[in-house]
Antibody
Framework: EVQLVESGGGLVKPGGSLRLSCAASGFTFSDYSMIWVRQAPGKGLEWVSFISTSSSNIYYADSVKGRFTISRDNAKNSLYLQMNSLRAEDTAVYYC????????????????WGQGTLVTVSS | QSVLTQPPSVSAAPGQKVTISCSGSSSNIGNNYVSWYQQLPGTAPKLLICENNRRPSGIPDRFSGSKSGTSATLGITGLQTGDEADYYCGTWDTSLSAGAVFGGGTKLTVL
């Protein structure tokens, strides 16, 4: 069974940092690209970042470019999102999700999602 | 302001059919596959349609997808009260700011 479990969310002050993790199991993690998607309270889905299998293709939404860094450790079956210079507008539930297609260089949709982890940026 | 445009809400009676539109451009829908997601309150999105019109295993054939040019459509027939949820379209965008994009979401109310 495919499982994605996010962790690392919490309350942080504006300007602070947080590192989210996504532990993957039930599939060959190194074969799939991964994405982070967030959802602010009461708002829609917003794509945050994409990383390909070997980390050779990485993309960020303009809203987080220069502040967030996506990475992965295929040996540990884990995906990460380092978030720096956090702002109030970064407050959201953050989901990790697996791409549908093997070894994709872009996103083809996601059938498997984690349960999400809440990040709250407030003083 | 989302890159993909969806109606904020749609409604229909149980048993009826509803369609949800998703409008984009040549840099996204026009040249990439579209997927559709259902999100119930407090839960993660669920994939309903991939590659414009394919249903993943376990998704009933009441759900259908289509694409024409730079627009896509999700269709739901035989509406049930359990279908009441938010629906999102998504695709890849190959513009200067390349990345995944989602529609703003459509709230389906089953009257």
């Amino acid at each position: 069974e495919v499982q994605l479990v996010e962790s690392g969310g919490g309350l942080v002050k504006p300007g602070g940092s947080l590192r989210l993790s996504c532990a993957a199991s039930g599939f060959t993690f190194s074969d799939y690209s991964m994405i982070w998607v967030r959802q602010a309270p009461g708002k829609g889905l917003e794509w945050v970042s994409f990383i390909s299998t070997s980390s050779s293709n990485i993309y960020y939404a303009d809203s987080v470019k220069g502040r967030f860094t996506i990475s992965r450790d295929n040996a540990k079956n884990s995906l990460y999102l380092q978030m720096n210079s956090l702002r109030a507008e970064d407050t959201a539930v953050y989901y990790c999700a697996r791409d549908r297609v093997l070894r994709s260089s872009t996103w083809y949709g996601s059938e498997y999602w984690g349960q999400g982890t809440l990040v709250t940026v407030s003083s | 302001q989302s890159v993909l445009t969806q109606p904020p809400s749609v409604s229909a009676a149980p048993g009826q059919k509803v369609t949800i539109s998703c409008s984009g451009s040549s840099s996204n829908i026009g040249n990439n596959y579209v997927s559709w997601y259902q999100q119930l309150p407090g839960t993660a999105p669920k994939l309903l349609i991939c590659e414009n019109n394919r249903r993943p295993s376990g998704i009933p054939d009441r759900f259908s997808g289509s694409k024409s040019g730079t627009s896509a459509t999700l269709g739901i027939t035989g509406l049930q009260t359990g279908d009441e949820a938010d629906y999102y379209c998504g695709t890849w965008d190959t513009s200067l700011s390349a990345g995944a994009v989602f529609g703003g979401g459509t709230k389906l109310t089953v009257l």
